[in-house]
């Protein structure tokens, strides 16, 4: 039984258990980035309500859930914890016995995009269980003690479960192989830095995440688990992995001289299985 005034959180699907301060708030649905898919959300609490934006411009320069840092006032704390799906063989653990915090300052651009200092913030990455997994804290400027210890005993009450590891299967593709290629209004123009990917399945697949350079993206399925399509951008067509090189004079781009990615391809299957492949797929100088 919780002590009085603490609430005990089960998620059975994610496969943990955590107790917090019943006055605190928890998320129901994800407030990370939209593309952030590895490391996963599994659970964000905060001294404060939690709303998702959907309207957010700027993001601070970390994987933190976004539109909950605009509401962080001086006394409040947020404590998000994520957890790294895409790992070959389970991690030896790695957990403190007690959880302390080794706070940075935290400075964020809210929704009018000007810099500010919010408090400070710290980053735990920790392994149990065979799992791997991120804590992220973020505390006001004048954040009590109390607060600041209700904080390291929420970690310190965090209990995962072991996860049998998902068996793997060849990842088969469809009737052709993956294509990529440069996605501008502008036919043979690279100037936006956005590129398409379509991937074809030989077997129908729950998800599918790409890696294209180094850049993660979740692609959507278009059609019955088979047929899935992403768009990256910034690709890193101008200054990055996949920069081409128009010849002299000109900002046309045909092709020539090639460009290759390497475009890493994970896709998860109904009964929870996965499967992966690494690609050397060439750009092409046109999508669609």
């Not at 947020?78 to 915090?101: A, K, N, W, Y």
């Not at 149990?128 to 904080?151: I, K, N």
């Not at 294509?179 to 501008?184: D, E, F, H, Q, T």
């Amino acid at each position: 039984m919780p002590g009085p005034g603490l609430t005990i959180h089960r998620d059975q699907k994610r496969g943990y258990e955590v107790t917090f301060p019943s006055s605190w708030f928890r998320a129901r649905e994800n407030l990370t980035r939209r593309l952030l898919v590895d490391p996963r959300e599994i659970l964000t609490v905060a001294t404060f309500p939690l709303r998702l934006r959907r309207s957010e411009r700027c993001y601070p320069p970390f994987d933190a859930p976004v539109p909950a840092l605009d509401r962080l006032g001086p006394r409040d704390a947020l404590v998000s914890v994520q957890e790294r799906i895409d790992i070959e063989h389970p991690v030896p653990d790695s957990r403190p016995r007690r959880f302390s915090l080794s706070p940075l300052d935290l400075h964020y651009r809210g929704r009018d995009c000007a810099r500010r200092t919010l408090g400070s913030a710290s980053f735990i990455g920790f392994a149990d269980q065979g799992r791997q997994f991120y804590a992220f804290v973020a505390l006001g400027r004048a954040a009590s003690s109390y607060t600041r210890g209700a904080v390291r005993r929420m970690l310190d009450s965090l209990v995962v479960e072991r996860r049998h590891q998902a068996p793997t299967r060849r990842l088969r593709f469809g009737y052709r192989r993956p294509y990529l290629g440069v996605s501008c209004r502008r036919p043979n123009r690279f100037e936006c830095d956005r590129v398409g990917l379509t991937v074809w399945l030989a077997e129908r697949a729950e998800q599918v995440v790409a890696t294209i350079g180094g850049r993660q993206l979740t692609l959507i399925d278009r059609w019955r688990g088979r047929r899935f399509e992403g768009f990256l951008r910034p690709a890193g067509l101008l200054n990055g992995p996949l920069r081409v090189a128009p010849r002299p004079g000109s900002r046309r781009w045909l092709g020539d001289p090639p460009v290759y990615a390497s475009v890493r391809i994970s896709a998860t299957y109904r009964d929870g299985s996965t499967a992966t492949s690494i690609l050397r797929v060439q750009l092409s100088a046109g999508y669609g």
